[in-house]
């Protein structure tokens, strides 16, 4: 075909429908690579157990808040705009964006 690539219509709206789905509630501030700690802030309140999808250029995965800390303390819920530690099970880097999962 060359140059350009291109999805057949209903293929690229399938793909559009499920990022819809998806709301921004948080973006990664900082990573602590030998402790698999993620800082992130959030724009809305997320409690321990919410299931979070992070994207970024080198980063896409999914997984259930394990736990979070606030100042080295253990919190069940993070209030919006507040940045809290959450252990990740993958990489992430500064900028990444934290989307809720379906």
Do not use: C
Request: hydrophobic residues 35%.
């Amino acid at each position: 075909m060359g140059l350009f690539s291109w999805k057949p219509k209903k293929e690229a709206k399938e793909e559009a429908k499920e990022e819809a789905k998806e709301e921004r509630i948080g973006v990664v501030t900082h990573y602590f690579g030998g402790i698999s700690v993620a800082i992130v802030r959030f724009s809305r309140a997320v409690k321990v157990g919410e299931k979070v999808h992070f994207k970024g250029a080198t980063t896409d995965f999914e997984e259930a808040i394990k736990s979070m800390q606030l100042n080295h303390e253990d919190i069940a819920e993070a209030k919006k705009n507040q940045e809290v530690g959450i252990k990740v099970d993958g990489k992430v880097r500064e900028g990444d964006e934290v989307y809720t999962a379906s």
